[in-house]
């Protein structure tokens, strides 16, 4: 293990079972131990601080076998470091435990190993270093992402989940007609699938997705549904929705022959205790 980042191009550390739960900022310091609490805090602006290969924050949770690398930040301009600032993402809403931010569509929520540029990551981590994302959006997916200030906010935020007390309300637009509201309450299996399968066994109604129809536009040939969930799994309302025979226009992944540019899935609302956000979708106009 490498212990002198300035020496070496790519300094690292295993996470041991010992680290296992500990704040990445916490975990680092193996990597520079005489550094102190405010050299620690300077690794971020020196270092691209990488998890797995990924940029994490400072308030990451690292979890035992990971591997917690320090890698020397390049010229700005070559790596795209800056270019976080021109997509358009808008804090919605931001107290002392949480912040709400507007991710448009195309733009990921984390950063990406290996593919340096702009995330909602990376604007996060240049304003509010401590903050750690709590949920995340496929990156053709536009709306709200929150992102928790403390450690404690983070913890309240799973707890709330666990009770069922945070409601997330997406807006899409579904091919064919939805004529009544629909609990689509299967499985999802996520092992080891880019593209994820709905099961036949009923899943923890926490898990469920309730879409109701609110219009059905003719010239499109769709229906602008109103999903719901409390918690989430990965592609959760896509893959539901197409399985229930409503795919969601311009969804390439579960569509079949659903060819478009643009993803019509939007994170509009969450609401919890003490906190809550909206953002409206701005859609291009579906090709008729």
């Known amino acids: 293990m490498s212990q002198d980042p ?8 295993t996470v041991g079972k010992e680290q296992a739960g500990r704040r990445l900022d916490s975990a680092v310091s193996a990597l520079s131990p005489d550094a102190g609490l405010r050299g620690r805090k300077r690794l971020w602006e020196q270092y691209d601080v990488l998890v797995d290969g990924t940029p994490k924050p400072k308030g990451y949770r690292v979890r035992a076998g990971e591997t917690i690398a320090l890698r ?49 990551e990376v604007f996060l981590n240049s304003s509010e270093p401590q903050a750690v994302l709590l949920n995340r959006l496929d990156t053709p997916t536009s709306g709200i992402v929150l992102a928790a200030m403390t450690s ?77 969930i409390l918690r989430g799994a990965r592609h959760q309302i896509r893959a539901h929705l197409a399985h229930a025979g409503f795919p969601i226009l311009g969804d390439e992944r579960y569509g079949q ?17 003490g906190f809550s956000a909206l953002s409206l979708p701005l859609w291009p106009l579906p090709k008729t």
């Open 152 to 228: 404690q906010a983070e913890k309240g935020y799973h707890e709330l989940q666990e009770q069922g007390r945070v409601r997330k309300v997406y807006v899409t637009l579904v091919r064919g007609r939805m004529e009544a509201s629909l609990t689509l309450d299967r499985s999802i299996d996520m092992a080891k699938r880019a593209t994820v399968r709905v099961l036949d066994t009923m899943a923890s109604p926490l898990r469920h997705t309730r879409a109701e129809p609110l219009a059905y536009i003719a010239p499109w040939r769709a229906t602008l549904v109103r999903a719901e």
């Open 6 to 13: 300035k020496k070496n191009d790519l300094a690292q550390l």
């Open 72 to 120: 020397p930040k390049k010229d700005a301009e070559s790596t795209g470091q800056r270019s976080f600032a021109t997509p358009q993402i808008r804090i919605l809403n931001q107290n002392n435990e949480y912040a709400a931010l507007d991710k448009p569509a195309g733009l990921p929520t984390q950063s990406l190993a290996g593919r340096p540029g702009p995330s909602v």
């Open 257 to 273: 022959d659903e060819k478009g540019a643009y993803l019509y899935l939007h994170h509009m609302q969450l609401v919890m205790p």
